[in-house]
């Protein structure tokens, strides 16, 4: 899946997504510059996704706290915690206001 949100660090060190748009199914696990220039007009949404997998990325998450960013990869669907398995993270924006 795609999905554009705010990235912002959990209480207990875990990574979200917040003001996130609702998932869309994508067809390449990776960013584009096409896709990353879209998202950069692409509105905010009101999902809170959980985001896991991110070990590989966490130099680029460190950097991304509080900016909005573009999420790729695996939705795993489960009523009480939504969360996707990252396979590509990339900021959109420094600033993440709706």
Request: net charge positive; charged share 25%.
């Amino acid at each position: 899946v795609r999905v554009i949100g705010c990235l912002e660090q959990t209480a207990n060190s875990g990574w979200v997504l917040t003001s996130a748009t609702t998932p869309v199914e994508s067809t390449s696990p990776a960013s584009s510059e096409a896709s990353l220039k879209e998202a950069v007009a692409l509105p905010l949404g009101k999902e809170r996704l959980r985001l896991i997998g991110l070990s590989v990325f966490i130099a680029d998450v460190e950097r991304s706290k509080g900016h909005k960013v573009e999420v790729k990869g695996i939705l795993i669907h489960d009523p009480k915690d939504r969360r996707v398995n990252v396979t590509s993270i990339q900021t959109v924006s420094a600033t993440c206001t709706k």
